[in-house]
């Protein structure tokens, strides 16, 4: 396993928390368009709920993963990180632009939903291992970040009726591209 790293505290909470507002923007699309919606209390609290251990669970996998890696490929694996947060961020674009105008709806389990907007956590945090940052610091930020988002969302979503949710997506993209592209050119 890789030994952990000592490294700037600025620079390991700039990261984790640019990550972390990054990835909170797929969340709080989401349960904003649900709360546009008007869904119920209960399912509003089971989305909360679940993207929030989604967040927890799927960033120390990946920091798990990624050190293991990091142990066996060594330095070499640091570039793919950061390609990797680079990629995230286009993907991230992508998909907020070609699903700008769809409608969401929790007819199925509020697990299956809050697990599509929380898998690029587990990808994020792979990458992000990869500098040595400490999962203690990233995990309660990464699950926190995620809670607030979803938190927000509802809330303008119940308030508002305007269509930010895939706008929201197109910045937390471009916060994931900016950052791995940061990251790649040994600024960090």
Do not use: C
């Not at 409608?103 to 291992?129: K, N, Q, Y």
């Not at 303008?156 to 592209?181: D, H, K, N, P």
């Amino acid at each position: 396993m890789l030994e952990e790293v000592l490294i700037s505290p600025a620079i390991v909470y700039s990261e984790t928390a640019l990550m972390s507002v990054a990835l909170a923007t797929d969340v709080f699309a989401v349960s904003l368009k649900l709360g546009l919606q008007g869904v119920s209390r209960h399912e509003r609290e089971g989305f909360e709920l679940a993207v929030t251990l989604f967040h927890i669970v799927l960033p120390a996998l990946g920091l798990e993963l990624g050190r293991r890696l990091h142990g066996r490929f060594g330095d070499l694996i640091l570039p793919v990180g950061m390609i990797v947060f680079f990629l995230l961020g286009v993907h991230t674009i992508s998909q907020a632009w070609r699903h700008r105008n769809e409608r969401w709806s929790l007819s199925g389990p509020v697990v299956v939903l809050a697990a599509a907007a929380s898998i690029d956590a587990f990808t994020a945090a792979m990458a992000l291992s990869f500098t040595g940052v400490l999962a203690w610091v990233v995990i309660p930020i990464v699950g926190l970040t995620a809670w607030g988002a979803a938190r927000a969302g509802f809330a303008l979503g119940y308030r508002a009726g305007s269509r930010w949710g895939w706008r929201a997506e197109l910045i937390g993209g471009g916060l994931l591209i900016a950052m791995g592209l940061y990251m790649l050119t040994g600024l960090a």
